[in-house]
Structures are given as structure tokens and as C-alpha cells.
């Protein structure tokens, strides 16, 4: 039951470039949509989040789209830099009703930025 | 800035022994949760923690799992009889919850738990 699915297990991008790093939900009952970044040995930070009424959000060098039809959201963050190498998970959550908002995550995409 | 943390960092038991992981939530949260991750598959969801009950939980919480906030500060998640496939990752999670889904959960270093 994958309800949170990041194709891509992993990505390379020169330094500069942008990085784009894809999910796709099948569950249209989630309302929110965040993104974390996990370095090895630590737990997720993190990073972006978005509600399902909005289709953009936007915080420095990171952007999250999200298309609700084609149950589709993106991050993209540019430029790239060493630093954001790590693995991002994508991860949804919904009201189930006891407010508690749990999160389903995606498997991962390991970013590797390359100087 | 304010952070969850974890202890220990890793656990090492003997199937069927009883494991206690805890965690000290961020002070003026409201919501604690616990995930996992077993090693090479995806953060999965175990349970969530509100007002002093369990608000929700997952199938994976089962009989063998329980938690408590035995005081102002601590969450705790245990463990009654370990199964080899009990080893993971165990993060603490805990939220303000005062925004709804958009709420930013912020997740601990992690437990390691190998249960041998």
C-alpha cells in the first residue's frame, strides 16, 4: 500500500544547477503536503510544506508545486548546493478526524549535489 | 532552538525482552508521536499521543506497543516481547498542533533498536 510514492531512489546535480524531486500521491483525501530532508544518523528535518488549496509555496531557494489533479507535487530547490545532499522524503497527511495529522511518507530520492 | 531528543541512540535486546525507548518532546507541544523505519524501507506511522490517550495509531501498534507521558517532560514507547523484525529506527515526533496538517512535526535523532 503505497500511498506516498517517490519514483526516483536517487539524483545527481552539479552545484548551481536545479534540482527537481518528484512525488506522487494516490490518497485524495490528504490536505497537506510537506517535505523533509534527512541526513544519515538524524531524523527528518523539516523543510517545506504546502496545503492542498494552494498549487505553490515558496521559501528561499526551496519551491514545492503541487497538482492536485494529477496527484502530482514537486520540490524544487535552486541552486543547488553540497549541503542539500541528503535523502528528501515527500510525506501527506489528512485530518482523520482525532486532529492528530499523521504523516505518510514516501521511500525517499537520495540528492547528491556534486561541486 | 528548541529540540526533540531521543534516548539511547542505540539499543541492543535479546528477542522477547521488554524495550523502553523514550523521548523528551519540545516543551510546549501538544502532539507526540512515534514512527519507524526499518532498515532500506520508508518512515512509517505507529502512533499519536494527545491530551494523555492515543489519539491514533496504526496497525503495526499492537498489543506489544504502548505509550505514556509518565511525567511533564518524558513520552515513552514500549516494547513488551521483541521480534526480530522490531529492529529499526524509532523516531519521536511532537507538534504544537495549534495549525491543523500544516503543523511542522518535528522529528528526534532516532532510536536504534536491534533486537537479536
Known amino acids: 500500500d503505497q500511498q506516498v510514492k517517490q519514483n526516483s531512489p536517487s539524483l545527481s546535480v552539479q552545484e548551481g544547477r536545479i534540482s527537481i524531486l518528484n512525488c506522487d500521491y494516490t490518497?485524495?483525501?490528504?490536505?497537506?503536503f510537506l517535505w523533509y530532508k534527512k541526513y544519515p544518523a538524524e531524523g527528518p528535518t523539516f523543510l517545506i510544506s504546502i496545503s492542498s488549496i494552494k498549487d505553490k509555496n515558496e521559501d528561499g531557494r526551496f519551491t514545492v508545486f503541487l497538482n492536485k489533479s494529477a496527484k502530482h507535487l514537486s520540490l524544487h530547490i535552486v541552486p543547488s548546493q553540497p549541503g542539500d545532499s541528503a535523502v528528501y522524503f515527500c510525506?501527506?497527511?489528512?485530518?482523520?478526524?482525532?486532529?492528530?495529522?499523521?504523516?505518510?511518507f514516501g521511500k525517499g530520492t537520495k540528492l547528491s549535489v556534486i561541486p | 532552538e528548541p529540540e526533540v531528543t531521543q534516548t539511547p541512540s542505540h539499543q541492543v535486546t535479546q528477542m522477547g525482552q521488554e524495550v523502553i525507548l523514550r523521548c523528551v518532546p519540545i516543551?510546549?507541544?501538544?502532539?507526540f508521536y512515534w514512527y519507524r523505519q526499518i532498515l532500506g524501507q520508508k518512515v512509517e506511522f505507529l502512533v499519536s499521543f494527545y491530551n494523555n490517550e492515543i489519539s491514533e495509531k496504526s496497525e503495526i501498534f499492537d498489543d506489544q506497543f504502548s505509550v505514556e507521558r509518565p511525567d511533564g517532560s518524558n513520552f515513552t514507547l514500549k516494547i513488551r516481547s521483541t521480534k526480530l523484525e522490531d529492529s529499526a529506527m524509532y523516531f519521536c515526533a511532537s507538534t504544537s498542533g495549534t495549525s491543523g496538517g500544516l503543523n511542522t512535526q518535528y522529528f528526534g535523532p532516532g532510536t536504534r533498536l536491534t533486537v537479536l
Open positions: 516543551s510546549n507541544h501538544l502532539y
Open positions: 490518497n485524495s483525501m490528504f490536505d497537506y
Open positions: 510525506a501527506a497527511s489528512d485530518d482523520s478526524g482525532a486532529g492528530s495529522y499523521q504523516l505518510t
